[in-house]
């Protein structure tokens, strides 16, 4: 699996940064991305990358401030223009259902895949047999969420030899005992999967915040993940006007990774004030704090 920061300005988009917008492509699980906002001209910014629309599997929005949401319109008008007869589901707070289908019907639009628009609350959003994602309310001036997303653990290496020298030929039989199912023998012998399977893989964690100023609530959405994506909006010397507009500063945001007990942080949402000279800058403001700090720049591709 990987991310890939398709906008990563904040408010206006700039020279260098696009608004929000997140794709976690979920390539060794299965065929198919998933998307964290969606501020406007995402569907540009994708047309430069291989992603492809009609794999679009879920769509999780933050917050309905324009710089996540005003994209969206255009990316699923142009996935149904597509020919993708796919099922995608948006999740977002309330408002976002009015927002999508108000805009669709108010601009003579419509869209052919069967689309499910879930609103939210700080609860699980979805489990399936892959991953579950949880949302955590943010601090922010209107209802804004951050998104937890755990893969479920994986069953440990079933021991093919040993089965195999207890007299079990590969087969059927090897793929239910995987599974931990017990199965019985032509002989009769009956045998349990667990007796057999290794100790369980630990699935990767990630958490994708929305816009907020420091909230408690961080270190439980963030709890020992394996990587933290954060907003660091503004420097250090403008803490004030950073939180009184409900955004965190680059020591906030690293201070946060260090609380929770993240193994990585993966900064973003700049202002369009910095530019790439700045960089360097806001990094190493980061890094004082938490060392094992990254920033994202636009089409920044991040291994999990």
């Excluded at 052919?112 to 609860?123: D, M, Q």
């Excluded at 893969?151 to 290496?157: I, T």
Aim: glycine share 8%.
């Amino acid at each position: 699996m990987h991310l890939q920061f398709l906008g990563t300005g904040a408010g206006t988009p700039s020279r260098e940064r696009n608004v929000t917008s997140i794709a976690l492509d979920l390539q060794g699980v299965r065929n198919a991305t998933w998307l964290f906002d969606c501020g406007e001209g995402t569907q540009h910014q994708i047309l430069r990358t291989p992603i492809k629309t009609g794999k679009i599997e879920k769509i999780f929005i933050t917050h309905l401030h324009g710089d996540h949401i005003f994209g969206l319109p255009g990316l699923l008008t142009s996935r149904s223009m597509n020919g993708s007869l796919k099922p995608l589901t948006i999740y977002g707070p309330v408002g976002i259902k009015t927002f999508v289908e108000n805009t669709l019907s108010l601009s003579g639009s419509w869209v052919t895949f069967p689309l499910e628009i879930v609103e939210i609350g700080a609860r699980e959003v979805c489990n399936d047999e892959h991953f579950r994602v949880t949302a955590w309310l943010m601090s922010h001036p209107v209802e804004c969420y951050g998104y937890r997303i755990d893969e479920h653990d994986k069953p440990g290496a079933l021991d093919a030899a040993r089965l195999m020298a207890h007299g079990v030929p590969a087969g059927p039989y090897f793929y239910d005992l995987k599974h931990g199912h017990s199965v019985m023998l032509d002989d009769g012998r009956t045998l349990n999967g667990w007796d057999y399977v290794g100790e369980s893989v630990k699935g990767r964690s990630l958490a994708i915040f929305g816009d907020t100023a420091p909230t408690a609530a961080a270190q439980q959405l963030a709890a020992d993940v394996d990587v933290m994506v954060h907003e660091a909006t503004l420097e250090i010397a403008m803490e004030e006007k950073a939180n009184s507009r409900g955004h965190s500063t680059t020591a906030q945001a690293a201070q946060m990774a260090q609380e929770s007990g993240a193994k990585r942080l993966i900064i973003t949402h700049l202002s369009s004030r910095y530019l790439r000279h700045d960089s360097e800058r806001l990094l190493a403001e980061c890094r004082a704090v938490f060392a094992a700090t990254e920033m994202a720049h636009d089409f920044a591709i991040f291994q999990l």
